[in-house]
């Protein structure tokens, strides 16, 4: 079992706090230097998407599409056809939430090497509202053949999914998140594609975290260990190909389990998980993540409240699922 | 009922106030749009030709307002609070959790918005829809609803609404003709010669990224909207008069459906914003707030203030 | 425990053969007739929805939207609005494929009373290949709140799923198959959105179906009566809400599933019912459907063969699920 | 290499041939497009405007075919096999379990096509992104570029694409111009004077439900076109002459990107299909191919068949 030790690598009791969306940003940067055939779109979002520095030094290989997000998946399309490493910058609900026949058609179908970035994810995009917080996307794009779904949980892995993404070969979709989120990871912490990581062993229940909500996940694992349950945290960053092996692995030692995201508990991490449990080994499992709602404008900290995905809600799921052994 | 041009000048101001007092309540949200919008809202609103009123807010026969481009919501609520759907006092709330002022005008509260907004280009599409609604409803064979299955099927809400004609008008910024779904719309209304619908454009030539003549071209703008069968009409959108000329001209129209270019300047009538993309999506400071409502009060100078 | 009889309605042996469509088609011209507030929309494919009898007859309430699936959404939104019962007619790869955004937010966020038919579902579409067969629809509608999606059997079914929808108030998504497919259920069979019925009792195994393949877990639950095994098979046609009571009172005497349905086997039916058994009653659960793969050109019969969604396949994962008890 | 007139004629005619013959084999698919286009995509491939030739069809700077109504693709796989891009003999295998020739074109087998098809729309935009590609490729800093790292991330084909020029081509249908997404690249193809890009475009007048001008009007198509800053040619689409003229219009062209108009009779050159919406969708009988084969031999009856 790969386990990153927590006192090397997380260091999320004094985590400072950085957007995801960062991470991209810099990564994009890091991609423009090494890699000429890195090409960026982005449909009237450039700044808020961090696409805008990629733009401002690589001028000539960014593409400005205005509000014409299906167009935009389209024209990355054929420059993967021509040989490009296209990113697509938007909100994750316009990109793919408007453009999702033509990543089905022309990015997935055709295996397009095409890498979309879903900005502004999560119910924690807080005061623009429901219309804003992308709490479907991983469901609209996991059930696509042929597409890679990742959520990573900091700015520091948001960065390493990029690069990942631009060097592995097809397409790719990953979210973050508006707002700042602790930065539970350093630079030597691995991240690879498909592999998830247990990041806190424990026996009484796994906890199995995608993106921001992973340091949700940690702390209530500090809270139950006070009360002698043992959890274990799995960073599953990829929530397509899912990492079953490393969650079975978990499970079977575990019997019981808790999934961990901003996004509705219908077709997620939670729908994955509970696919490939009921597939291959069933246990009792609880989610933590939007109870099939639409969000509302409020400060993220409220929101989270509200719609139970804090470190409190993990906490109590975990103790549930237990009880349900 | 509606206002004179002098009161109607004097509510514009007021609003831009208000707007500029939410923004800086809220700490986030949009400050140009909504500020350039002020005065084609108050036509619309205050000026007599569109059929709108609070006391009638649930009406068959009013018309209907379609706020497309709905992160300028503050100017809509803000007008809507001085028109007396609502309490002024509830403007404060704008973003705040638990408030019917969301981020994003929706349409799930009893506060005379008849939809919801907030991905852009979507709504051109539901205002043809309604207008399409009201042009069934004037057809002959309206007489054969019967009340008994439309009640059992339809709710009550919807029942209020057969039968009747109104006109319905669809506020949309220039950004929002990137979006391929609004020429869908524009040449759908252009097959059906849809005079039952208006759009009002805030023709201010910024968008999130910069000028919209840079990020995506919309020039010649007439020429594309009169290609798909558009009666188009430039105003100033700060001239009320012009405005509600428009209007009428537009509610008049025998065939074709009409795009009123409103050509407004962002961040109107606050120095520091005007014309500035910047000012697109972000709200005041404090010390911006209170030099921007300074100079909405005198009138950039023009005055004094009443409160200073 | 709702039963039934299969007697009296269940005609498998002998069903006729008739595309579900059909009773789409019939139905808009009974609510043409009964409800003057019914408008129906289509996007050039009047014919092949079946939305065109209802175009001859009521012209006025007919709207061709020409190719254009995003505009369509919208003013269905605004009909319903304007008081209206708008039928979006389309296929499903398009509608709700190309109009996921505006089915979202104008449909579903404003609770509009929209109904959105989605036709030429499952791998059996056939020869037009992989982009026209919808194997994606139920995922995608499934996680957006505020909406029903159902997947009618038959086109008696879908008869009445389409008045059960005009007279539900709020957004509804149906789907149905291109091809002929046997006509299991008569006028007197029950039809409740949101109530799964069980048609045929058993104690080994729970076959849950969604749509026409209903006929081969039937088909297949004979067959393993005649090895002895009983099989409980239950017609759960609303994948939203979902009957988690019925399939429940099952399981518990079955402990063990599977679930069939001409979908990928990630987000749809099987992906509801993991979700459900692992909040509540976590057992084996095996699917039947589109292996995370897009479908290409061939006859429906050859491709349902290819792809493991017959008979002999639900016989096996019944076999095989049952092994997993 | 390119043809004559006289050749190019015969050429035509033989595609409509193996088209009624691929489509009553198949027993499913579209008749009226793909005859209607055996012209234009004879001028495309045998004309020698355009660089496409089977021996180098994997050369970066060959020219790109996008074709985004993929319905009509029985016109484009007969083309590509009477051009020797794959056995002539494989046609007959159209819609068939295991076959390369899909019931909508797409790019995952080596026969000369480049991207895949079926939801109406999607082409131009690809074509879009194929020339900015192109547009990349001959930038002064192309020379940056490093084939380590590339070689690694984009993998060998996609390699074989860079720091080369090609001329991009679109086939679309009018129905297509229903689409939102065919008006977003339009308008930014617009923006970049995207010359390196051209559209051939099916004006047949037909869509499934009926004739375009009543399903949903187009015209006047070119001014649509031309508002939205491309230059339009019309041209008679069952003349090879004027087509190839017009291709060699466009590849010349200094900034905007042009639209070819190619007014086309769907069901070409079978008299019972000809201007015959119905014939969108369907194949003909055994019956009725015998019938169109006949008048294909024989010119309408103006010559003997061979094979008579
Ligand atoms: C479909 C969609 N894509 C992107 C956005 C993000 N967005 C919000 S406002 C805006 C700018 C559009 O220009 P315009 O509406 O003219 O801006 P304004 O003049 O009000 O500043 C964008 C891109 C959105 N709301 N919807
Ligand atoms: C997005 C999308 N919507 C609907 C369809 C179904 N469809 C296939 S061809 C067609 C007709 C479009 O008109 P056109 O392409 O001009 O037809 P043709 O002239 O070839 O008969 C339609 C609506 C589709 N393929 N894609
Ligand atoms: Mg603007
Ligand atoms: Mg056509």
Redesign the interface.
Known sequence: MKLVKLSDFWMHKTAEKRPTRDGYGEALLELGEANPQVVVLTADLAESTRALPFGEKYPDRFIECGVAEQNMMGVAAGLALGGKIPFVSSYAVFSPGRSWDQLRVSVCYTKANVKIAGAHTGISVGPDGATHQALEDMAITRVIPNLVVIAPCDAEETRKCTLAAAAYQGPVYFRFAREKTPVMTVKQTPFEIGQAYVCREGYDVTLIAAGPLLHAALMAAEKLAAKGIEAEVINSHTIKPLDTKTILRSVKKTHCAVTVEEHQTTGGLFGAVAEALAKHYPVPLEAVGMPDSFGESGTPDELLAKYKMTEKDVFSAAIKVIKRK | MAKNLQQMNKIANSIRQDIIKMLVT????HSAGPLGMADVLTALYFGGVANLDPKKRHSPDRD?V?LSN?HICPVLYATLAHRGYFPKSELKTL?????RL???S??HFDIGI?????????????????????R??N?N??G???PS??E????RR?????RRNYHTWCLMSD??F????????L??A??LDLREVTILIDRNNI???GYTEK???LE?FS??L????WFVIEVDGHNIREILDAMKKAKAMAANPTAIICHTIPGKGVDFMESQFEWHGKPPSPEEARRALHELRTLGGKIKSEHE
């Open positions: 809220a700490g986030s949200g209907r379609i709905a973003r705040k959790l638990g408030s969301q981020g994003h929706n349409s008849d939809t919801s907004g907030g991905p852009l280009g979507q709504g051109l599409s539901q205002a043809i829809g309604l207008a399409l609604a009201s069934l409803n057809k064979d309206a054969r609803l019967g299955f439309a059992a099927s339809v709710g919807a029942m209020r609404d057969v950004g929002e990137d979006e391929g779904q609004t020429w869908e719309a040449m759908l252009g097959k968008q999130i990224d990020i995506m071209p010649n020429d594309k009169k290609a798909f069968n």
